[in-house]
T-cell receptor, first 111, second 113 residues
């Protein structure tokens, strides 16, 4: 039973345009959500997070939106850069316990 | 500051052998997590510790797997005996209890022949 799902395994975007990565979850007990970025042969690197009491968090080019009623969150990257090409993981937690990860989305930003 | 340090980076061994993976968390972090990444199951939590005490080991797949944290700066994940289906990348992560985010090491790529 996958509690966190990323339905798009890959996404290709032109440099300078917006990248939108989506994530759905089923467990209403999740109270914290995170996005991680991962390059090959490296560990996941934290990107941005959001608490369940908020609906938006912004950090530079990265914005995360949370829609609790739809159990959906998204990561917006504007503008996209070639260096953003990586696998992006959505993750969720309950009361600061371990993370439940989605399957990842491979983002390719074309110059 | 040093991040989470895992060793070895790569391990290749034969089925039936004992495997020990090691992790040094970030100094001052008192929560430590072990994850496994496979093609079939993605990234999944195996076990986590708070202040060196195992809190949730429900993700540990079988009794062949065991984890210890003898002190605040060291943890091990042991597989005995190892099987080919244990082949995966094993990640360790740490954070201060109650805070986010978790910080990950670069993983150990384990291959069981």
């Amino acid at each position: 039973d996958q509690q966190v799902k990323q339905n798009s395994p890959s996404l290709s975007v032109q440099e300078g345009r917006i990248s939108i990565l989506n994530c759905d979850y089923t467990n209403s007990m999740f109270d914290y959500f995170l996005w991680y970025k991962k390059y090959p042969a490296e560990g996941p690197t934290f990107l941005i997070s959001i608490s369940s009491i908020k609906d938006k968090n912004e950090d530079g080019r990265f914005t995360v939106f949370l829609n609790k009623s739809a159990k959906h969150l998204s990561l917006h990257i504007v503008p996209s850069q070639p260096g953003d090409s990586a696998v992006y993981f959505c993750a969720a937690s309950v009361s600061s316990r371990g993370l439940t990860f989605g399957g990842g989305t491979r983002l390719m930003v074309k110059p | 500051d040093a991040g989470v340090i895992q060793s070895p980076r790569h391990e290749v061994t034969e089925m039936g052998q004992e495997v020990t993976l090691r992790c040094k968390p970030i100094s001052g972090h008192n929560s430590l997590f072990w994850y496994r990444q496979t093609m079939m199951r993605g990234l999944e939590l195996l076990i986590y510790f708070n202040n060196n005490v195992p809190i949730d080991d429900s993700g540990m797949p079988e009794d062949r797997f065991s984890a210890k944290m003898p002190n605040a700066s060291f943890s091990t994940l042991k597989i005995q005996p190892s099987e080919p289906r244990d082949s995966a990348v094993y990640f360790c992560a740490s954070r201060r209890t109650g805070e986010q985010p978790q910080h990950f090491g670069d993983g150990t790529r384990l291959s069981i022949l």
